[in-house]
């Protein structure tokens, strides 16, 4: 499951919808809107997204996920629209019966997103500045 | 034809427009974006871009038809 967020995301009940007697290893990994980037300060951001290929390239990871790793549920949810330092910009919550398959599928999931889903960081500064991230 | 063509991020913002149909004889997405840096001024070379046709990932020498939208994706940031 891959879903884009225009609110904030709801850390608790995807939780809580990874509970399953199948399930012996969670691994949640939570990116998170951070106050500094390469020296300058940072006061908030938005993501933007291209919502449809966006949400088709992420659940082709999510699928992806599932077939490489020995793993029960895989979901990721994206922020989009402004965010305050400290929200959470990105969700992967992945489910196993043991805890090596759920760390990789996990960090699978979020270095494939990071690279491949078509969402784009636009940081404002404290010094008044702002730029899109295109690296 | 006219072709639809969708911009992101920093290419949404230097074209001024989300989106913009476009009467254009370009054959591929790569002459396509010729006209728009021609049009626009995009600094970002194609070869850093990512093509999109009809709403999933293409070549850049993809044949254009009649209708197509196309959009041209500048390095992505997520996470």
Known sequence: ???????T????????????PRTGAVVIFEGRVRDHHQGRVVVGLAYEAYAELALAE???ITAEAR?????????????VG????????VWVGVTAAHRDAAFAACRYVIDEVKARVPIWKHERYADGNAQWQHP | MIITLRYFASLRDAA????????SEA???RALYAQAVARHGFTLPLERLRVAVN??????????RDGDEVAFLPPVSGG
């Open chain 1, 82 to 89: 402004q965010l305050a330092i400290g929200e959470v910009a």
């Open chain 1, 1 to 7: 499951m891959f879903a884009l967020s225009e609110s």
């Open chain 2, 16 to 23: 001024g427009c989300a989106d913009e149909r476009m009467a």
């Open chain 2, 27 to 29: 054959p591929t997405p």
């Open chain 1, 58 to 60: 992420g659940s082709r």
């Open chain 1, 67 to 79: 077939e490489r790793f020995d793993i029960e549920q895989v979901a990721c949810v994206h922020r």
């Open chain 1, 9 to 20: 995301i709801d850390t608790p009940r995807l939780g809580r919808g990874l509970e399953s």
């Open chain 2, 55 to 64: 709403g999933d990932f293409a070549d850049a020498d993809t044949p254009l």
